[in-house]
Structures are given as C-alpha cells and as structure tokens.
C-alpha cells in the first residue's frame, strides 16, 4: 500500500511525510519514500494485557512528492504519482512570516490547481485511447464495450468531476482500473491550519474548499504540522492532555492513517501473545484463509480453523480464558469473513 503526499510547494508536506514516518529530513524538491507506522490505540491495549517481547504496528508506504507548480512541467509531477494506491492532498491554510506565499493563502485555489492538473493528465490519456479504439472498431469485438466505459469517463471528466465519483459496475470497473487513471485514485485532502485557525475553526476560502470538497466526495482533514511537530515530542499522556486542550481526541496523524485505512476498505485483524502483538491489514470482506496467508502461507495452505475473539470482548474480559467462559471465542471456518478487530489464532497443518 503506497500513499503518494501532494500539494503546492511549501504547504507542509515534507513535515507531515517526516511525522507520519519518523523519517529524517530530505533536501526540499527531492522525493522520497517511508514506511508508517499506523497509530491504533487497540494494539497499544492488547501489549498492555500481554505484555509481548514485541509490538507490531501496521504500516503503510509513504511517498514524499515534490512540490507541484502549475504552469511547470508535470511530468516529474505526474510520473512520481502514477503508481500509488491514493493520494492526500496537503493545503496550505497556515500564515506565517518566516515561509513567505507567492499567492497568497488560498487553499481552495491550490486544490483547484491540483485537481485541474490530475483531470487533464486523465482526459489526454483518454483521448488518446478513444482514437485509437475508434480505428479498431470492427476488428476489435471488444472494442465496443470499451469504447462505452470510456465515453461515460469522459462525460464524467467533462463535469470536471473526478473519475472515482463514476458508478460503474464490476465489469466496467475492471476495465477503468487498469487504466491507472489519476482522479480514480482515492483522494484524501488535509489542510494545514495555523494554531490560530485551529483554534478559531476558520480559515481562508474556508466555504469554497469545504463545498468542493463536498461536490467531489473528498474527505478534509484539519491539521496543524505545527501543533503535531509539538505533539511528537511530548509523552503519551501529555501529548493527550495537549490534544484535549484543542478539543481534539487523537492526533492529526492518527486521523490521516485512519482516514487512508477507511477510504481504501482496509481493515486490521490482531494476533496476540506472550511473544508478539501484530496487527495485520486486510481488505473489508477477506475470508479467514486469506487473512492467514497474509502471515504465512503455510497457514492459508494447511488452514483448518481460526480461534477468534472480538477485540472488545476480550478487553472487557480481561483473559482469553474469561472470554471462552463466556462463550465469547469462536470457531470460525475458512470462509469466515474477518472483522476490523478481531482477536485470532489460526490453527493449520502442513
Ligand atoms: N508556521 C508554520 N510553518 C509551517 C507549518 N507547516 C510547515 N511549515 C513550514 O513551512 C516550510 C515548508 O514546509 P515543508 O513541509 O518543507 O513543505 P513542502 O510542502 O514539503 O515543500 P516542498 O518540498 O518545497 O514542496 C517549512 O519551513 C516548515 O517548517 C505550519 O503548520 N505552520
Ligand atoms: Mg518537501
């Protein structure tokens, strides 16, 4: 799972890279890649019951890309995003002396920007595609069906609407996703506000953003890289105290992962004990047997059962043991759809 961090050049994306990481600094202008760690509250209570040798977070792939610029040339642009599974979009909303705006504050504007960039790459590929499909037909018996997903594409894009807001059915879907289409990629959008606007819940082109934003089914994040550099370096209970102040219940990278896990259909499932605390991602609707390959494939390929326990249930028991007194732990077959938070040991032979 790779995640590509976009936006105009100065808007905080490289501070928000090296948060979600805990990657050290890079040149400005240069891309890079890390691996994030997925803050999830659940994995920090199931160490404390087990009290493992060793915690295992889930991770995701971050892609620092440099900044973008319209009117440059964005093929660098455009080439650093073509293969990550989605995008968030860093705004800047922050005033500051020390970091000087060409434009001025306009996050609206800089989104707009962004998104007309994406739209365009999208609709000269399409283009492209549909010409040389019009020479085919007639050949090509499946040229046909292409060309009427690709007409509804481009209906779409003539909205000025992303491809990912089309309903398309399975078959047509297929069809669009190996495109690699820009605007098909889940888009997140993150604002990075000022202390003062986060404290005043306003900033710049506040409306316009938030209805785009709404037209386009983009899901917006406040957050401040400054507030969360601070937050870094403070201890857990401090940092919630500090959170709590601004009348927020998690950090702004925790809200980022959470929002990248819950657009993308990913779910966790935990296996726990006295050697380790995992937590392993999945996609919404694995079955039990996919979800065991995802550790091992000994385990998918000798899958018998999977012993499972909901994460709450056996919070609020204390121990497997009570949780099996209270009929709480499961048996569950190869076909068994994993929920988000369940607690399981899989057994297999090989
Ligand atoms: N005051 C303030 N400064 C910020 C905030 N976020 C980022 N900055 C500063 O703005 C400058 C640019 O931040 P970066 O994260 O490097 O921006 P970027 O988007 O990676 O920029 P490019 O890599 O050049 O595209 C740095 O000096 C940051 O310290 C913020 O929320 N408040
Ligand atoms: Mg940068």
Request: one cysteine or more.
């Amino acid at each position: 799972m790779k995640i590509g961090i976009i936006g105009k050049p100065q808007a905080g994306k490289s501070v928000l890279f090296r948060l979600l990481t805990k990657h050290g600094a890079a040149a400005s202008g240069k891309a890079q890649l890390a691996v994030g760690r997925i803050p999830d509250p659940r994995v920090d209570a199931l160490a404390e019951l087990y009290k493992p040798r060793k915690v295992t977070y889930a991770t995701i792939d971050f892609w620092d890309v440099p900044g973008f610029q319209p009117g440059r040339s964005s093929l660098d642009f455009l080439q650093s995003v073509r293969d990550v599974d989605a995008l968030v979009a860093v705004l800047r909303a922050f005033e500051s002396d020390l970091v000087p705006s060409i434009t001025g504050i306009q996050p609206y504007t800089d989104f707009k920007d962004l998104q007309q960039e994406l739209l365009i790459a999208d609709w000269t590929l399409l283009e492209t595609r549909l010409e040389r499909l019009a020479k085919q037909r007639g050949k090509n018996p499946k040229a046909g069906e292409e060309l009427a997903v690709l007409e509804k594409c481009r209906e779409t894009l003539e909205q000025d609407l992303p491809l990912r807001s089309l309903k398309l059915n399975a078959e047509e879907e297929k069809l669009v996703r190996s495109y690699d289409f820009f605007t098909k990629k889940p888009l997140i959008a993150a604002v990075n506000l000022d202390e003062g606007q986060m404290a005043a819940g306003s900033y710049p082109q506040e409306e316009e953003l938030e209805a785009e934003l709404a037209r386009m089914d983009v899901p917006l994040i406040k957050v401040s890289a400054q507030i969360e550099a601070e937050i870094s370096e403070l201890e857990a209970e401090d940092a919630r105290l500090f959170l709590a102040e601004l009348g927020l219940a998690e950090s702004g990278i925790a809200r980022i992962a959470r929002t990248v896990y819950a657009h993308l259909g990913l779910i966790s499932f935990f296996t726990a004990g006295e050697k380790e605390v995992h937590s392993w991602t999945i996609r919404r609707g694995d079955t039990a047997c996919r979800a065991a390959g995802k550790i091992h494939s000994d385990l998918e390929r000798g899958f018998i059962r999977a012993e499972v326990v909901a994460y709450e249930d056996l919070l609020r028991c204390g121990s497997m043991q009570k949780a099996k007194e209270q009929g709480l732990f499961r048996l569950e077959g190869k076909e068994y759809i994993v929920q988000d938070g369940d607690v399981i040991t899989f057994r297999f032979n090989v």
